[in-house]
């Protein structure tokens, strides 16, 4: 046994142990730290995003909406452009990075957007 251990290359079998175990066990971990960072950031950003849209919508509403809603001019072209300035109102609030990453999260933001409101809208309707 002796033998044995005196023979080991023993700064080989330390590399080899790095190589084979250490270095993709940290990289995973690192991976795994940027990604749940990353994932965070979404978070954080998605609900001020939200924040951002309730606020607009309100707004919106008290601005543009109540004068017109139940009238003959709160016609599908009144509301989608009652929406599309809720949609600018509610982006135009983020910071360019946020907008950054929120766009990357989600491929269709416009559409995002839209369900973002349609959410919204329900909540204040139900509050």
């Known amino acids: 046994m002796e033998t044995i251990i005196q023979q080991i ?10 190589t084979v175990v250490l270095l993709p066990v940290i990289t995973y971990i690192g991976a795994e730290a940027g990604r ?6 979404i978070d954080k950003y998605t609900d001020i995003l939200y924040s951002n849209i ?3 919508v309100k707004d919106v509403y008290e601005t543009v909406v109540k004068d017109i809603k139940g009238t003959d001019q ?10 599309e ?7 135009s609030a983020l910071t360019a990075s946020a907008y950054q990453v ?5 491929h269709d933001f416009d559409k995002y957007l839209d369900h973002l409101i ?8 139900h509050r």
Request: glycine fraction near 2%.
């Open 9 to 18: 290359d023993w700064i080989q079998l330390i590399q080899t142990l790095w």
């Open 36 to 41: 749940y960072a990353k994932e965070k950031r």
């Open 54 to 56: 309730l606020s607009a």
């Open 74 to 83: 709160w016609t599908a072209q009144a509301q989608a452009k009652a929406k």
């Open 85 to 91: 300035l809720a949609k600018a109102k509610a982006v």
């Open 102 to 106: 929120l766009k990357t999260a989600n």
């Open 118 to 125: 349609g959410a919204a809208l329900y909540d204040l309707k």
